[in-house]
Antibody, heavy 123, light 108 residues
Framework: QVQLVQSGAEVKKPGASVKVSCKAS????????MHWVRQAPGQGLEWMGW????????NYAQKFHGRVTMTRDTSISTAYMELSRLRSDDTAFYYC????????????????WGQGTLVTVSS | DIQMTQSPSSLSASVGDRVTITCRAS??????LAWYQQKPGKVPKLLIY???TLQSGVPSRFSGSGSGTDFTLTISSLQPEDVATYYC??????????FGGGTKVEIK
């Protein structure tokens, strides 16, 4: 069965960086784009970007350009999301989610999600 | 950018009631729309994609309809386990993938 297992909770100071991992199993890792979505406490869902695990290509939401880096290690079927220059409003659950695309002209919806990683930014 | 507006933002209904949630896109998105359910303290779960296709394993009391700019998620007979926040998401074009603001469903 498909599983996405994320790394544990993190507490960081403002200005620091955080790197969250997402280990995939139960399917061919390179066959699906991996997306990252975040959710601040009590708030809605916010898409951050994707990585193509096959090529390593990425695309980030404009809001996070310059602060987010998504990478992968195909040898261990793991995707990573690093967010730098953290601020207090980056406090949120960060989810990885497997993207499903109907055709090459469309975007993706998400059929499997990781369990979420709480990142707390506090001085 | 295309904006997704959900209404209502919250609702309270009785067990067995028919519940309808609306999602409106600021521009046409054909049927590139998904619905998710997020129970309190849990991870979002895909309910519907392509506006009306039920994801495997989702109870048949859930249904979706619409195309273009106006979409609905219907729960035909609300159950206690349906207490959750529901989100729509448009995926008509890469790269921008946008969620609606959510609709919180409670039991009266």
């Amino acid at each position: 069965q498909v599983q996405l297992v994320q790394s544990g909770a993190e507490v960081k100071k403002p200005g620091a960086s955080v790197k969250v991992s997402c280990k995939a199993s139960g399917y061919t890792f390179t066959g699906y784009y991996m997306h990252w979505v975040r959710q601040a406490p009590g708030q809605g869902l916010e898409w951050m970007g994707w990585i193509n695990p096959n090529s390593g290509g990425t695309n980030y939401a404009q809001k996070f350009h310059g602060r987010v880096t998504m990478t992968r290690d195909t040898s261990i079927s793991t995707a990573y999301m690093e967010l730098s220059r953290l601020r207090s409003d980056d406090t949120a659950f960060y989810y990885c989610a497997r993207g499903v695309r109907r055709d090459y002209s469309s975007g993706w919806y998400f059929d499997y999600w990781g369990q979420g990683t709480l990142v707390t930014v506090s001085s | 950018d295309i904006q997704m507006t959900q209404s209502p933002s919250s609702l309270s209904a009785s067990v067995g009631d028919r519940v309808t949630i609306t999602c409106r896109a600021s521009q046409g998105i054909s049927n590139y729309l998904a619905w998710y359910q997020q129970k309190p303290g849990k991870v979002p779960k895909l309910l519907i994609y392509a506006a009306s296709t039920l994801q495997s394993g989702v109870p048949s009391r859930f249904s979706g309809s619409g195309s273009g700019t106006d979409f609905t998620l219907t729960i035909s007979s609300l159950q206690p386990e349906d207490v959750a926040t529901y989100y729509c998401q448009k995926y008509n074009s890469a790269p921008a993938l946008t969620f609606g603001g959510g609709t919180k469903v409670e039991i009266k």
